[in-house]
């Protein structure tokens, strides 16, 4: 590590939030056993596991490891938020319980907060499958956007994984932590993100930092209802009053996945809801090729559905 402005050296506080792994969460931690920086502490958050996720964590001989166990909620948001708490360090940082961090991750990208005096960072993602084998990324490339990037992120031209994240405690703090409302779940890292990047600039790795694993257990692929969960985000997301030029990207973006919902309402047989979505979306400034192909799907009856952008 170069000489640093902060701390030094700074402790990172990492949070693995975590619901019946058993499996998953040992390979998540070896992750973070294995990083070159070593000045960390790692919180394993345990949302009530009904299996011997906390046994299998207590079982590791190594002070810097801590479960705390939570009664189950389903929250993710209020897993992390706790997790934070918990911990003491300069940084926080994330990884799912089902993810990987590659060795350098913390390294590189405290070396870069360092050199670019910036209160958080985030770096590229690869995707892998169960048996840990790269597989391409639906998201498409990667690209490594610094400064204010709330435009772009808003316009979902930048990705932030959760798992690629790291951030000054005292801008966390003052931003409020993850929001625990229940119809963010599954969307608080991006309203994370959103209000990160309202705050302050944010420092880009330009190489990947961690690897996504695809499975049938991952979260996001069970909880359903993508579109609908990515449309109250960015309602959600114009509660803050972000000003006219970012309420009109956000509402452009709502209306997306209003129309993507309506499209899947229809084919389920939800007409009324349908329609009224699709009517939501036309207000909300669609007024594009969108707005009318999805129309034109719900009344051919067609299922070719675009793909969730946000996920």
């Not at 985000?233 to 973006?253: M, N, T, V, W």
């Not at 009324?272 to 034109?296: P, Q, V």
């Amino acid at each position: 590590m170069e000489r640093s402005i902060f701390p030094d050296p700074p402790l990172v506080t990492v949070v693995i939030a975590t619901y019946n792994r058993q499996r998953l969460v040992k390979q998540a931690i070896a992750s973070v056993l294995g990083q070159t920086y070593p000045h960390w502490e790692l919180i394993v958050a345990d949302d009530g596991s009904r299996d011997d996720t906390v046994a299998e964590v207590r079982s590791l001989a190594d002070p810097r490891i801590r479960v705390l166990e939570l009664p189950h909620t389903g929250i993710i948001a209020a897993v992390r938020n706790a997790g934070v708490a918990a911990g003491t360090g300069y940084w926080v940082s994330f990884l799912d319980s089902d993810d990987l961090w590659l060795p350098h991750k913390l390294e590189e990208q405290l070396g870069l907060l360092n050199r670019e005096n910036k209160r958080w960072a985030y770096g590229g993602f690869e995707l892998m499958n169960e048996s840990g084998e790269t597989i391409s990324n639906k998201a498409g490339t990667y690209s490594a956007i610094s400064g204010w990037i709330i435009r772009p992120l808003l316009r979902c031209e930048a990705s932030v994984n959760i798992g690629s994240l790291i951030v000054e405690r005292t801008l966390f703090d003052e931003i409020g932590g993850f929001d625990s409302d229940p119809l963010l779940n599954f969307r608080e890292d991006y309203d994370l993100a959103l209000r990160l990047a309202m705050k302050a600039e944010a420092a880009a790795s330009s190489h990947l930092v961690m690897r996504v694993r695809e499975h049938k257990g991952r979260v996001t692929s069970l909880a359903g209802g993508g579109n609908e969960r990515s449309g109250y985000a960015y309602r959600h997301f114009l509660g803050y009053s972000p000003g006219k030029d970012l309420e009109r990207i956000a509402r452009r973006q709502l209306a997306f996945h209003l129309a993507e919902s309506a499209v899947n309402r229809f084919l389920a047989g939800q007409h009324s809801t349908a329609i009224r979505e699709w009517w939501m979306a036309l207000c909300n400034g669609d007024k594009g090729r969108h707005l009318f192909s999805s129309l034109r799907r719900m009344i051919r009856g067609k299922g070719n559905h675009i793909q969730d952008i946000s996920q």
